[in-house]
C-alpha cells in the first residue's frame, strides 16, 4: 500500500476547500494512505481571532481522523511564522519555521505510518520548505496551485521553490503560467499540467432552495470564494449599482468589516459571509449567472479557480474577467467582460439551460485528474 503525504497550505475542515483536499480523499478512496499535512500554526496565530484561527487553535496538533486512510493534520511550531523567518531562510537556507515543528510531525507520521518511510511527497506550500528531509522519501513532487510569490507579495518564495524543485522527481501544476514558471527553474524534469478539478457528485446532486433565497425576486447572479485583492470587487458593485432588477450575491469570509458599512446601502448587494461546502451546491443551483471577477493583481495570471467548473457542474453559465489561462482554455459557457454589465446583459438575453451548461463537465473531475497524477508520478 502506497504512502501518501500532502503538503498544503490549507487546513481540510475550515472554510476554504483547495484541490489537495480532494485529490487526498481521491487518493485515500484508491486504498492508498494519506496524511494531509497543513501550514503550521505558530504562538502568534493565537493572538488572531478570524474564523481560520478560531478553528485551528481547536485542531492544532490532533490528528483529524477522515477515513481509514487519511488524516489531517495541523502542526504547531514555537517559531515566528515564515513571514518573519523568511529574511532568515534567504540567508541560510535553513527553514526554522519547519525545524521547529520536526518532531511533532514526525511522531504523528511515524504512528499513522508505522515508519518514516514515504512513497510519495507531494508539496504545494513551499514555506514548508525543509519537509522534505523529515523522511525517507522514494519520490518528491513539486505541485504549486498558484504564483505564490506573486500572490504573498514575497519574493523570498522564489528561493523556497528552488531548494524544493533541487530534490524534486517530477514537478505538477495547475495552470500553464504556473508551469512555466517552475520549468524555469529546471526544465529536465518530468512534469505534468493538471488544472483544478471538480467534485462533480457534490455539485450535481439537486438540493433545495436555500430559505434566505425565498426573499430574492429576479436574476440572481453569484460569487463564491475568497474577497481579497485578487477579487475585482468593484466590478461587483459595478453591476448592483447599474441592475436593480439583479440579486448580487457574495459568499465567502470578510475580514474587512468595513465593506459591509461601505454598500449597506445597496439593497440587491448581499454579503452572506463564509456557507458550509456541503450546503454551498445550494446556492449555486438555485442562482442564474456565476461571477469570476478577477482584478488585475498578478497572481490572477496564474490562477486555475477551482470555482469555474463548480460553478458550470450546477449549470451557471460564468462571467470572468479575461486571463490568458481561462482563454486558452477556450470553454464554451465561460464569458469575458470589460464592461460588467454589459456583459451581464447580453449573457441574460442568450437564456441558456442549465442543462446545456454543465454537459461534459464530468470529465473534469477529481476522480479522473487523480487517476492521471497518479500514473504520472508511478513513472517518474
Keep these: 500500500m ?17 484541490g489537495s483536499h480532494h485529490l487526498a480523499q481521491a487518493f485515500s478512496k484508491k486504498g492508498y494512505q494519506v496524511i494531509h499535512i497543513s501550514t503550521p500554526f505558530t504562538p502568534l496565530h493565537y493572538f488572531k481571532k478570524n ?19 487519511l488524516i489531517d493534520y495541523i502542526p504547531f511550531t514555537f517559531s515566528p511564522p515564515w513571514s518573519t523567518l523568511k529574511y532568515l531562510y534567504s540567508i541560510t537556507n535553513k527553514n526554522l519555521f519547519m525545524s ?54 514575497d519574493s523570498s518564495i522564489i528561493n523556497a521553490e528552488k531548494n524544493i524543485i533541487s530534490k524534486a522527481n517530477g514537478l505538477i501544476a495547475t495552470s500553464k503560467p504556473v508551469l512555466d514558471h517552475i520549468r524555469s527553474f529546471d526544465n529536465s524534469l518530468p512534469y505534468m499540467l493538471v488544472e483544478n478539478g471538480v467534485d462533480f457528485k457534490h455539485f450535481s446532486e439537486p438540493q433545495l432552495k436555500p430559505e434566505f433565497y425565498e426573499t430574492l425576486e429576479g436574476i440572481k447572479a453569484v460569487y463564491a470564494g475568497a474577497i481579497d485583492d485578487r477579487l475585482d470587487l468593484d466590478s461587483i458593485v459595478k453591476l448592483a449599482k447599474e441592475n436593480l432588477n439583479i440579486n448580487v450575491i457574495v459568499i465567502g469570509p ?54 469555474l467548473y463548480e ?22 459557457y465561460v464569458f469575458f467582460y470589460e464592461n460588467i454589465s454589459t456583459e451581464i ?36
Design 311 to 332: 460553478y458550470l457542474t450546477t449549470g451557471l453559465p460564468v462571467l470572468t474577467k479575461k486571463t490568458e489561462e481561462l482563454e486558452h482554455r477556450n470553454e464554451k
Design 254 to 307: 470578510i475580514e474587512n468589516q468595513e465593506i459591509l458599512q461601505r454598500y449597506s446601502n445597496l439593497k440587491n448587494l448581499h454579503f452572506l459571509g463564509p456557507i458550509k461546502y456541503k450546503e454551498l451546491p445550494a446556492y449555486l443551483q438555485h442562482s442564474d449567472i456565476a461571477l469570476l471577477p478577477l482584478s488585475n493583481h498578478k497572481a490572477n495570471k496564474g490562477r486555475s479557480p477551482m470555482k
Design 345 to 380: 446583459r447580453k449573457l441574460i438575453s442568450l437564456e441558456l439551460s442549465k442543462k446545456e451548461v454543465k454537459e461534459g463537465i464530468e470529465n473534469y473531475s477529481w476522480e479522473a485528474k487523480s487517476e492521471n497524477i497518479i500514473k504520472f508520478i508511478d513513472k517518474v
Design 100 to 153: 521547529l515543528a520536526k518532531k511533532n510531525i514526525q511522531k504523528v507520521v511515524a504512528k499513522f505510518f508505522g515508519s518514516l518511510d514515504v512513497d510519495y511527497l507531494i508539496i504545494d506550500q513551499p514555506t514548508m520548505v525543509g519537509i522534505e528531509e523529515m523522511f525517507n522519501v522514494e519520490k518528491i513532487i513539486y505541485r504549486p496551485t498558484d504564483l505564490y510569490a506573486d500572490m504573498l507579495n
Design 2 to 18: 502506497k504512502k501518501i503525504i500532502f503538503v498544503s497550505h490549507t487546513f481540510i475542515g475550515g472554510p476554504f476547500v483547495v
Design 51 to 69: 474564523e481560520v484561527n478560531i478553528i485551528k487553535k481547536e485542531r492544532v496538533g490532533k490528528a483529524l481522523q477522515l477515513n481509514e486512510n
